[in-house]
């Protein structure tokens, strides 16, 4: 795995949803998959208990990113 490009801090009843709109203010590509440890996350998963994990982000466009959970 590459090192992670990005962070994003968990709070208290941060979603996958709260990452993909953080993501989306600095990336308008459309995001195919996230997934940690291998796991799809599905738009209404919390994060919490998450941070120090990283997520892979999966493009459309088939490209990916990782971003630090702290």
Known sequence: MTNPTSTFAVSEG???ADLTA???KTDPR???AI???GQPLAEDDKLEG???KVV???FEDKSAAQIQLE
């Open 14 to 16: 941060s979603t996958v």
């Open 22 to 24: 953080s993501i989306k």
């Open 30 to 32: 459309a995001i195919e």
């Open 35 to 37: 997934a940690v440890d």
């Open 50 to 52: 998450l941070a120090g």
């Open 56 to 58: 892979s982000v999966t």
